[in-house]
Each structure stands twice: as structure tokens, then as C-alpha cells.
């Protein structure tokens, strides 16, 4: 029977292949287009689903109140957190902190040099040193500090040798009781700095680095492998990070690698890229070339659905070792907090013990200056997009639902259409079935034959559509940026998905079987062979219902792409409030020792930049216009203002005295930095947001006023610049602050404007050759200022993207199912428009008669679809701080579109309707 009822299943499609096509045109589209969207987002829920104890892992976040006002709200703290509250709680199984490094890399050799002992003065009295500092031949004083006098900067001075060798020298002789160890810095006119001539340092937390000298103990000289990588993803962690995360340990134990200082954790990748097959265990990275770092362990790559990427995991006992009040700091906020909680621990309790915690060692300073700190633990699995440790495509939860939604809709749509052309044919089959009836056919018969069709179409539809998603899937995920897989990996070889997709198919075919099925119950013989049933869209029917729903949903996605556009289109060319164009960013290069040092190897490659060809101008920056600035809270405000609890929070840039000018910040009041002001004597330039937060009633009333800086008691307001966007439009402008500041993270090499194509290529070719002689030790990396501060807008703009190509789908789609309803219409009035035409209607009556049915239904689609699509498009919009307001007339083209859409699909099947010859169309049966 099932074999009869598939042949004859077969035989109805071939009967009609028009009518077939458009069903499975329909099908294999939205099963094609919904299985890389259910990819997709299968792929988003599935990030940090491996980790074993992720369900009982927190991050610890810190929201700060100043004056009852939140000021920021952040995903990092105190690196005391962690180990106190472990101390603290028993439901606290594992705490780790992360922060995260970069630098160049590379293989080092440690080799003990026996012969410098014979270079060190042995007495009764100990062991003699000499120190020993070349250059500086202007300077008026050179002293040394180290661990063998608590670090004071004036109390061990050097003596001029005058011209030695053609090098001005400074040196000194220090006699030590015993072979022994000690860190030590030279302080050249209050500048500290290390020793250039000695390769062997040491850097602590605050990004110090110290010389080390061992004295009576052979020297070590290190042997650096020429090759050096500079590696970006590099976090110092505690031990506890490797039993509380499920990265499988390759070599090495998880509860050891990072129990000591220097000792460093690689990926598989990275110990395979600086040591090949041989054994990574045990040999030493360093680090800027100061740092030692001993491999003591190699775990599996982080997969692409984690959260935490990191190529290197450096213990932060190495950091404890440096800084001995790491654990009990309550003021250096840039540490992740994660904890490993014991199952159902109360969670609020534990919030509430962090704050205790930070009340007993910050207290007083918070009561002064009217300031709070509320800690909150996040669950790990909740994270947010916009507080990862690491830069992830990761996409926000609102466009992952947007894409549920969409993958559903675009199934609905094809389905209604389906269930409608199902409906259709089943009136022109009413005789066929009723000759079949009074034969003899069984109810169960006809029932078996409606479900036959189909699960042909569906079954054939969802094969065909799987292989088009194989076609299409590099493509889609290289769009996306995700390693999605469907015939290869494991992503979607499970129930969840499979169950998702094949019970979709499974519903389509049930829901295109009930209707005709439930009719089938209502039909007689007589009315059928007499062909009294006919369905007029002109009534409220069930198929009209269907087109209605099928439209609605498609002018509020062409209402939600055209507004999507706009304001996308309003984002990348808004005023911005600086110049960007024929901007390049170059990674600020890495010098070690002393501010003078590196300032005069900037100078040195600003000069060599100005010569090349095309460059207008080169200024540096500690951040670019596109980064988040680093905010410091609770610690700046007015000098003449006595009360300390009006301080708060503000971005600080730091600058040399051309960023503003290259930039061309517009001034509303004051003068841009001079070098007239130095760096001990500090000037600030307020951007205008910044300038109401303090209080001033005007820009002019600032200029000469002095503030409080973290790190300067009194600087000088010299300038005020109107307000420009150094974040994107989802950010509302923060108050920000310019310091001249000597260490930077990026330049900004202007080019002139009319510079193009060769030209282009050849300057950076120049600019790279200078970098690389000027900072041999840091890798050369540029991009276009407007590229970077573009990519803020990245999920916006594949999120538009994918939502207009679904858009377009569900058009055509629906377009598709409305030109095969129009058929089945002018087939089942061939006879009336032949009596019309021989009672005079023209063409055009009966072309309007035709298409009006449709109209209206679309029509009505479009009134009810405009209010929903100006509510969801607002609800996107609120994401923005800065937006379009949606004008009347894209509402007004998204209806119109849609009405156009639907009357030239059906107008030319109403077209050949009316030119048919009327005696045909009467003698047609």
C-alpha cells in the first residue's frame, strides 16, 4: 500500500512539475538557509560548554558608586580578591587571577661564564663589583639603587671617568660580605633605568624591569635564539587555573605547572613553534629579553568555542615573587577573577564576604570620598561578549535570538507556502478523489495518500537542501569567522540540532496533510463531482490567512534591513569629531630602560619617517581613536575644590605634543601642549564632557585651573577640545583627559591625501624598513585608522548582511508560493473570465479582478506589519547611542515594495488569463 501510495505521489508531481518545483524550491531554501543559521547559532550556545565545573565557575565583578552614581562597572579587580576570599570561604574550591601580557618571545640559553669570577676583587673584606654606566656625558648626576640599599635613589653615587674608549663613563666599586644576588637600577637625572650592558633583568608587576647582578657567583650570560616571535595572548595565572578549566594537560601535571615563579604553560601549537619535536619541558622562553621563563608544562589548544584564548600561561607566583603585597593590593584593578564554587553556594553571601573584605582594607578611603564597591558573581557560562578575556567573534545574545527568530520564520514561511499549494491542489483533485470514493476507496486510504506527497517533498527537499548547506558552509563560516562543520566534526551530530531540523520536517509534512485531511472529513461524492467546492481568497480562508502571516513577516524584514542599512551607513560616515583618512596606526615599538632613552628613539624614527615620501605627519599615543580608554575612578578632581568626594571617573589618554594637532581636535577655548610645560610641570586638555563633570561653567573659565592627577598633585588646564567619538556609536562620549605622557601603545603617521595605490605601498615599504632599524626587537604591524575603528561595527554589518539575504529568501520564497497560488486561481475561474470577456469586460478589468484578492491580502499584510517594524527596528536602535530616527518613507517603500512585489507576480499569469481566447476558456472542463 505505502508503495502504491508513493507512486502515485510521484505520478501527482509529474503531473504538475510547475507546481513541484516551486514546493521544493521553497523547501530546499529555507532548509538550506535555517541549517546554516541553526549552525551558527548552535555554535554560540556552545561556548565554555566543555569545561567539566563550569556550571559552579563565577567570574567576580566590581561596580563602583561614586556620590550614589555608577561610575564604572567592571570585569576585573584587586588581585587580592581571589586569594583572600579563598582564605576566607570554604564553598571557594579553586580562585584564579588573569592578566594579560605581550612582548616578543624567544628561546633562551642560560650558560654560567666561570671566568668573570677572576674580574671580581676578592678581599678580606668581601667581594668587590664595579658598576659601571656608558654615555650620558651631559648629565649632572648618576647614583645606583637596589636591593642591597632599599632601593634609595640618592645615596650611592657615581664618579665621571670623563672619555673612555670615545664613550663618556660613569662607575662605581661596591664591596659585598658574600657571594650574593641583588636587582639594582641606575638613576640618571631622576630618570630610573637599567643596565644597558647587562642582558640579565627581571620585571615585577608594575611592569619594572630590574638588572641583576650576581656578585661572587659566575655570571650568566644568555644566549638568545635569533628567532623571536612577538606572541599577544599571553596571561600570568595562578596554579588553580588548570584544575578549575578543562584544558587537558599534553605534558606536565595541572596541579603543579603553575605552582612556581618563572614557570610558563604552552598551547601545543606554541611549544610546537619554538621547539619543534623536541621536549618543551624544562627549557627557558624569555620574555622582552629580560624576563627567564622555565616551560614546565603543554596543554591542548583552547577550542575555538572558549571564551579564554591564551598561547601562554605565565604563573603569577612570578609576579608574587616581584611584588610581595600582590595579594593584599586593593588599588590596581585589571585582574579576571574567576572561582570554582562548591554546588549550591550562596552566591549573594559570598558577593557580600569580597565586599567585606574591601571595606576593612579600603574603608576609609571610600567613606572620604563618598565612594562604594559592590561585587557581583557571574556565572560563567552567562559571560558577555563585551567582557571576554580575549577578542572574540563571539555574537551579542540579542542577534543570536534575532537569528533563532529568523531561522524560524524562514522555515514558517516556506511551509505556509507549502501547506497552501497543498490546499490548492487538493480542490482540483476533489473529482478525482470523489470517482474514487464511490468505487470503493477506505478514508484510511485517502488519509495515507495525503501524508504520501509530503514526506516525498520533505524527504527529498531535506536531502537536497543538506547538500547545498555543504556547498555553502566554507563560505558562510568564513563570513562569520566560525569553524562551522556539518559532514565533518561533531558540531551538528547531535540529538539537539538533528532533532531541531528532522522535527521540522516531520511538523511541515504533518501540517500539510491536516488540512486537506481534515477537509477530506467534510467533502461528499455528489458536491465533488458536481464541483461545488471552490475557495474564493476573497473570504477569510484558512490559505488566506496563511499569505497574510507569509507577508507581514517579510515587509517587517524588509523594514528591519532598510532601517539596519541606514543606520549602519550612518555609523561609518558620521562626523566622528577627528581627522581619519590616509591615517596609519603602527604598533608602538619596545625599548628598554629609561623615558629619555625611549624618547630619543622615537625621535629617531619620527626623523627617519618625515623624510619618506607622502608622510605629512607622525605623533604617538598611549590609545587611538577606536580603543577603550583606561578610566581611573574615584581619583581626580579639582584642586580648589576641598571636598574629596567630588572626584570622578575619566578616560586619560597619554600624548606627545603633536596628537592633537595631527588629529585636528577642534579647540573650543585654550591652546594646544607646548614643550614649554615639560613633564614635571604636567598640563591637561579636557574634552567637553569632561569639562561639565568638573564643574566648570565654560571652556574659558578653565583654561589656567589646576586638577588632581593619579600620579601629579597639580595639573594645569591648558586647552578644552569639543567632544568627538574615541569610541563607537554604541558608546555614549566619556569625559577624557590629555597628558603628555612619555611611554606609548600605537603612532599615527599621516599621509597626505591625494596618496594612492603604488605610492602607498611604497611609503609603507619605507615605513617598515625605518621601524625595523630603529626597534629591531619589536614586530613591524600597521593598519588604517579607519579599518580599525570600522571593525566596532563588525557584528553590525555581518548581522545586516545576513539578515538581508534572509530577507531576500523569504521574498522569493513567498513570491514563489503567491505565483503558484495565482495559477491555481485562474485555472479554477477559467470559465468566468471567459463569460466576462464575452460580456465586454476589458483586459484591464480582469487583470485588476485577478489580482485584487492578493492585493488586499498583502495590503492588509503591510498595515499590520508597519507598526511591528517600526517597534522591533527601535528596540535594535536602543543599542546605539548615537542613531537614525526612522523616517516615515522607509516604512512607506518597505509597503509599497512589498504591494509591487505581489502585484507583478501575479499579473502576469492574470495578463494571460485575460488575452486567452473566451471560447476555450468556455469549453474548458
Not at 370 to 378: D, S, V
Request: glycine residues 6%; hydrophobic residues 45%.
Amino acid at each position: 500500500m505505502f508503495l502504491s501510495n508513493l507512486k502515485l505521489a510521484l505520478r501527482n508531481m509529474r503531473r504538475r512539475p510547475g507546481m513541484a518545483f516551486i514546493m521544493l524550491f521553497g523547501l530546499i531554501t529555507s532548509i538550506c538557509a535555517a541549517t546554516l543559521l541553526i549552525l551558527f547559532i548552535r555554535f554560540e550556545w556552545s561556548y565554555d560548554n566543555f569545561h567539566l565545573n563550569a556550571d559552579n565557575i563565577v567570574r567576580v565583578n566590581e561596580e563602583r558608586l561614586q556620590n550614589g552614581a555608577r561610575q564604572y562597572l567592571s570585569a576585573t579587580t584587586y588581585p587580592s580578591v581571589a586569594p583572600q576570599i579563598k582564605a576566607a570561604s570554604e564553598d571557594v574550591l579553586h580562585a584564579t587571577r588573569m592578566i594579560k601580557a605581550t612582548g616578543m618571545i624567544s628561546i633562551a640559553r642560560a650558560v654560567e661564564d666561570s671566568s668573570s669570577l677572576l674580574s671580581q676583587e676578592v678581599s678580606k673584606n668581601g667581594v668587590a663589583k664595579v658598576f659601571t654606566l656608558k654615555g650620558f656625558d651631559k648629565a649632572k648626576r648618576v647614583s645606583i639603587a637596589g636591593t642591597f640599599n632599599g632601593w634609595k635613589p640618592d645615596s650611592i653615587l657615581l664618579a665621571s671617568n670623563g672619555k673612555q674608549g670615545g664613550e663618556h663613563e660613569w662607575s662605581i666599586s661596591l664591596t659585598f660580605p658574600k657571594p650574593i644576588q641583588h636587582e639594582y637600577k641606575f638613576i640618571v637625572e631622576n630618570e630610573w633605568m637599567t643596565d644597558p650592558a647587562n642582558p640579565l633583568r627581571q620585571t615585577d608587576t608594575n611592569g619594572n624591569t630590574n638588572s641583576i647582578a650576581r656578585i661572587g657567583l659566575p655570571e650568566t650570560k644568555l644566549v638568545f635564539q635569533d628567532a623571536q616571535f612577538f606572541e599577544d595572548k599571553i596571561f600570568y595565572a595562578d596554579a588553580d587555573f588548570l584544575q578549575m578549566f578543562t584544558f587537558p594537560m599534553l605534558l606536565g601535571t595541572s596541579n603543579e605547572a603553575l605552582s612556581e615563579p618563572n614557570s610558563v604553560v604552552l598551547t601545543e601549537k606554541i611549544a610546537k613553534k619554538y621547539f619543534g619535536t623536541q621536549n618543551p619541558l624544562g627549557q627557558t622562553l624569555s620574555f622582552k629579553r629580560d624576563a627567564l621563563w622555565k616551560v614546565t608544562g603543554v596543554v591542548k589548544e583552547p577550542p575555538a568555542n572558549s571564551r579564554i584564548q591564551f598561547s601562554m600561561l605565565v604563573s603569577v607566583a612570578t609576579m608574587e615573587a616581584q611584588n610581595k603585597n600582590l595579594n593584599q593590593n586593593w588599588d590596581w584593578y585589571s585582574f579576571y577573577t574567576y572561582l570554582h564554587l562548591k554546588p549550591n553556594t550562596d552566591r549573594t553571601r559570598l558577593a557580600s564576604m569580597i565586599g567585606s573584605l574591601c571595606e576593612k582594607s579600603t574603608g576609609d578611603n571610600l567613606r572620604r570620598t563618598n565612594a562604594k564597591e559592590i561585587f557581583t558573581l557571574q556565572p560563567f557560562r552567562a559571560l558577555t561578549t563585551t567582557s571576554n578575556l580575549e577578542s572574540t567573534p563571539e555574537a551579542s545574545s540579542q542577534a543570536v535570538f534575532a537569528l533563532s527568530l529568523i531561522a524560524i520564520l524562514i522555515l514558517a514561511v516556506a511551509y505556509i507556502n507549502y501547506i497552501n499549494l497543498a490546499t490548492a491542489r487538493f480542490t482540483e483533485r476533489l473529482k478525482d478523489m470523489g470517482i474514487r470514493k464511490v468505487l470503493g476507496a477506505s478514508r484510511t486510504e485517502f488519509i495515507k495518500q495525503f501524508f504520501a506527497e509530503p514526506l516525498v517533498l520533505n524527504a527529498l527537499s531535506l536531502v537536497i537542501a543538506l547538500g547545498f548547506v555543504e556547498i555553502f558552509l566554507k563560505p558562510f563560516a568564513d563570513f562569520t569567522e566560525r569553524p562551522l562543520h556539518l559532514l565533518s566534526g561533531n558540531l551538528l551530530w547531535d540529538f539537539g540540532t538533528w532533532g531541531f531540523v528532522v522535527g521540522l520536517v516531520v511538523l511541515g509534512t504533518v501540517l500539510s496533510a491536516v488540512y486537506p485531511a481534515l477537509s477530506f472529513m467534510t467533502f461528499t461524492p455528489s458536491n465533488a463531482l458536481q464541483g461545488r467546492i471552490h475557495e474564493r481568497l476573497s473570504k477569510f480562508s484558512f490559505r488566506t490567512a496563511l499569505i497574510l502571516v507569509q507577508f507581514v513577516v517579510a515587509v517587517v524584514l524588509i523594514v528591519g534591513t532598510l532601517v539596519m542599512n541606514r543606520q549602519i551607513n550612518f555609523l561609518l560616515t558620521r562626523d566622528l569629531g577627528f581627522k581619519s583618512a590616509q591615517t596609519l596606526v603602527v604598533r608602538a615599538g619596545d625599548i628598554q630602560g629609561s623615558n629619555e632613552m625611549y624618547n630619543a628613539s622615537f625621535d629617531a624614527f619620527k626623523q627617519e619617517i618625515l623624510k619618506v615620501p607622502g608622510v605629512r605627519t607622525i605623533t604617538a599615543s598611549t590609545d587611538i581613536p577606536g580603543m577603550a580608554v583606561p578610566t581611573y575612578g574615584g581619583q581626580i578632581r579639582r584642586t580648589d575644590d576641598p571636598d574629596e568626594t567630588h572626584t570622578y571617573s575619566y578616560g586619560v589618554i597619554g600624548v606627545d605634543y603633536d596628537y592633537l594637532q595631527n588629529y585636528g581636535m577642534k579647540f573650543i577655548a585654550g591652546k594646544n601642549f607646548s614643550r614649554e610645560y615639560g613633564l614635571q610641570n604636567q598640563a591637561a586638555v579636557l574634552n567637553e564632557t569632561a569639562l561639565g563633570l568638573l564643574g566648570y561653567r565654560s571652556a574659558q573659565e578653565a583654561i589656567g585651573k589646576t586638577i588632581v592627577l593619579p600620579w601629579v598633585k597639580s595639573a594645569t588646564i591648558v586647552g578644552v577640545v569639543k567632544d568627538f567619538h574615541q569610541e563607537s556609536l554604541h558608546q555614549s562620549i566619556k569625559p577624557l583627559i590629555f597628558t603628555i605622557f612619555p611611554g606609548h601603545g600605537a603612532y599615527s603617521i599621516s599621509l597626505e591625501s591625494g596618496l594612492q595605490g603604488a605610492a602607498v605601498k611604497e611609503a609603507l615599504k619605507r615605513i617598515e624598513a625605518a621601524y625595523n632599524r630603529t626597534y629591531p626587537m619589536s614586530p613591524f604591524e600597521a593598519k588604517f585608522l579607519d579599518d580599525l575603528y570600522n571593525l566596532q561595527y563588525k557584528q553590525d554589518r555581518q548581522f545586516s548582511s545576513i539578515l538581508g539575504t534572509m530577507t531576500l529568501l523569504m521574498i522569493s520564497i513567498a513570491c514563489f508560493g503567491l505565483f503558484g497560488l495565482a495559477i491555481f486561481t485562474v485555472e479554477q475561474r477559467t470559465k468566468e473570465i471567459g463569460i466576462r470577456k464575452v460580456l465586454g469586460a476589458s483586459v484591464a478589468n480582469i487583470v485588476m479582478l485577478l489580482s485584487s484578492d492578493f492585493l488586499k491580502i498583502v495590503a492588509l499584510g503591510v498595515v499590520i506589519a508597519i507598526p511591528l517594524g517600526y517597534w522591533i527596528s527601535g528596540r535594535w536602535l536602543q543599542d546605539f547611542a548615537y542613531k537614525v530616527t526612522p523616517e516615515w518613507w522607509l516604512f512607506a517603500v518597505s509597503g509599497i515594495l512589498a504591494l509591487f512585489i505581489a502585484f507583478m507576480t501575479v499579473v502576469g499569469q492574470s495578463w494571460r488569463a485575460a488575452q486567452a481566447n473566451p471560447v476555450k476558456s468556455l469549453r474548458s472542463e
